[in-house]
């Protein structure tokens, strides 16, 4: 299926409490991928989700970029839920999903405009983070990580390496599988590549690293127990609940 408009891209970007400094990475990343990208249409969505610490001064710089539309969603949901609301929006034929502080740099997301370009069988692209990555990561969230990639193997397809990296990028064709995810939390995306991967749907995938100025927050053992929950609830017992019906 020809897309109309495939020069297009949309960058929806979840937003909740992010450091100080966020709006000016924004930027600087904004001119990469101008000078990366040059003549591609770009606009960016920042999602902020129900953010309590957001400095009123950055977000007032947010105009400095071009075509960038703030959604302001006065209640925290959740990733899942932003990167809904934030898709929800997007206007342009390749849509691109990162975190705000653009952990992986721009160069993943010039990569999988590439991979969309000239693979017309590809419909969706994950981020398959590095060893160096996981090295980086705090030891509950590198152990959570490494536990999630085995029952990924097991329950989704051992094909799929990896499904938290905080980059995707998919054809406007298939945003409806987005908008029909339920689970508002990190691993609505175990939920979101579980229905594409059912359906067949050609899946891609870049290599991605931790850039020098990420910062790794760790959860605590209340979150993680939620997330595995949230997890055994999309695959395992839907599965149960598919083959019972």
């Not at 891209?9 to 990366?36: F, M, R």
């Not at 970029?65 to 959740?78: H, K, T, W």
Request: glycine share 6%; aromatic share 10%; with cysteine.
């Amino acid at each position: 299926m020809k897309t109309e408009n495939p020069q297009g891209i949309s960058i929806v970007l979840p937003c909740y409490n992010p450091l100080p400094g966020w709006c000016g990475t924004l930027h600087a990343c904004a001119q990469e991928l101008d000078q990366k990208l040059p003549g591609l249409s770009i606009e960016y969505i920042v999602s902020n989700d129900g953010s309590t610490r957001l400095d009123p001064c950055e977000v007032a710089e947010l105009s400095r970029i071009p075509n960038l539309v703030f959604l302001n969603n006065a209640v925290n949901e959740g990733k899942g839920s932003a990167i809904r609301k934030g898709t929800l929006k997007a206007q342009r034929e390749i849509i691109v999903y990162t975190d705000i502080d653009f952990p992986f740099g721009t160069d993943p997301i010039v990569e999988m405009v590439r991979i969309f370009e000239n693979s017309p069988d590809c419909w969706f692209v994950y981020g398959n983070r590095s060893a160096e990555y996981f090295r980086k990561l705090p030891w509950k969230r590198r152990l959570f990580s490494r536990g999630l990639q085995l029952m990924n193997r097991l329950f989704l397809s051992k094909h799929i390496t990896d499904t938290q990296a905080g980059i995707k990028g998919l054809r406007r064709e298939i945003l409806p599988e987005v908008q029909r995810t339920k689970t508002n939390t990190f691993v609505f995306e175990v939920e979101l590549i579980r229905k594409l991967a059912r359906k067949g749907i050609g899946i891609q995938k870049v290599e991605v690293s931790a850039g020098t100025s990420i910062v790794f927050s760790d959860f605590s053992m209340k979150v993680l127990f939620r997330e595995a929950v949230n997890f055994v609830k999309i695959t395992i017992l839907s599965g149960i609940w598919n083959d019972l019906s």
